[in-house]
């Protein structure tokens, strides 16, 4: 058993408030937006804050959260906050409860995601991807992630060579490879989506087709396919970088943007590939090109 103390706060006070709390014995506190405020694309490094933020504290069971509140109230006021909550969390394997909200998954004609546990699919031409949802973005039950498997599953893939450029889990270079690739590049800022990625590739069986490496530390070379399932910034920023990736006549999917800024990010690409008109899921886009001959 365990003890939750949570309020809703303002964005400047939510820091503070946390800290206070560790200092009182909690054993974590996280934030949850209050205000259905959508926060996107935050520079490195940074921890993005909601304006009305909810701060949540996980207690051992005998901790006293009465008066964790009552400190908290005196140390900010009580018009600093709304909604206080206190509640018994009971104690269960997390990750196994985590894992019951996800189950096979079909993305276009043949391609599964199916998590540990679950049976594959009973179908002559499945591919599956063996993955569980972690620490690393990226389990396929994203719209930007759905709409890239979707699309290498449409593809002819053997033989091809890919990049998977801002990698996460790994899931499209798995999948590309699994579909038939001959080989794949995985790359991104984060070391835990590299050490994710590693050990799913490990977990499919494809590590020895799979190449993982930083963004600048990544070969000068050309392949067949280019995906790019990050933010419209950093697209727009990198699209002559990713254009030097893909030979002529390669293929290019880019996704992680929203419908608004679908037009923008097109844009960027337009000197160096023939797009084709975007495609949609709910709010969130995917666009591909063709490489044009330099």
């Known amino acids: 058993m365990w003890r939750q103390l949570s309020a809703a706060t303002c964005e400047s006070l939510a820091e503070p408030v946390s800290e206070l709390l560790f200092d009182l014995g909690a054993l974590s506190v996280s934030f949850q937006d209050e205000g259905d405020q959508p926060l996107f694309e935050p520079k490195p490094g940074e921890i993005p804050i909601w304006r009305d933020t909810r701060v949540i504290a996980l207690f051992e069971e005998e901790a006293d959260i009465e008066r964790a509140q009552a400190a908290v109230l005196v140390r900010f006021g009580e018009a600093s906050f709304s909604d206080w909550r206190m509640e018994e969390i009971q104690d269960q394997a997390w990750e196994r409860a985590w894992l019951e909200h996800f189950h096979p998954m079909p993305f276009g004609r043949r391609l599964w995601i199916v998590p540990s ?3 594959a699919p009973d179908q002559e031409e499945a591919v599956c991807v ?3 949802p972690g620490l690393a973005f990226g389990t396929g039950t994203h719209p930007t992630t759905a709409l890239c498997l979707e699309w290498l599953d449409g593809l002819e893939l053997k033989g091809k060579t890919v990049i998977d450029y801002g990698c996460g889990s790994g899931i499209l270079a798995i999948a590309a490879l699994l579909l038939g690739a001959q080989s794949a590049i995985a790359t991104d800022i984060d070391p835990q989506a590299l050490t994710a990625t ?9 590590e020895e087709r799979l190449h993982l490496y930083y963004p600048e530390l990544l070969p000068d070379i050309q392949v067949d396919i280019l995906l790019a399932n990050i933010l419209a910034n950093p697209l727009v920023e990198l699209a002559q970088a990713l254009a030097s990736h893909i030979r002529p006549g390669g293929l290019l999917a880019l996704s992680g943007l929203l419908r608004e800024q679908a037009d923008e990010v097109r844009k960027a690409y337009e000197p160096f590939f023939l797009m084709e008109a975007p495609l949609f899921i ?3 886009a995917r666009l591909t090109g063709i490489r044009r001959s330099d």
């Open 117 to 119: 546990g679950f049976e």
């Open 130 to 132: 063996s993955l569980d």
């Open 198 to 206: 590693t050990d799913n590739a490990r977990k499919n069986g494809v």
């Open 282 to 284: 709910e709010d969130w």
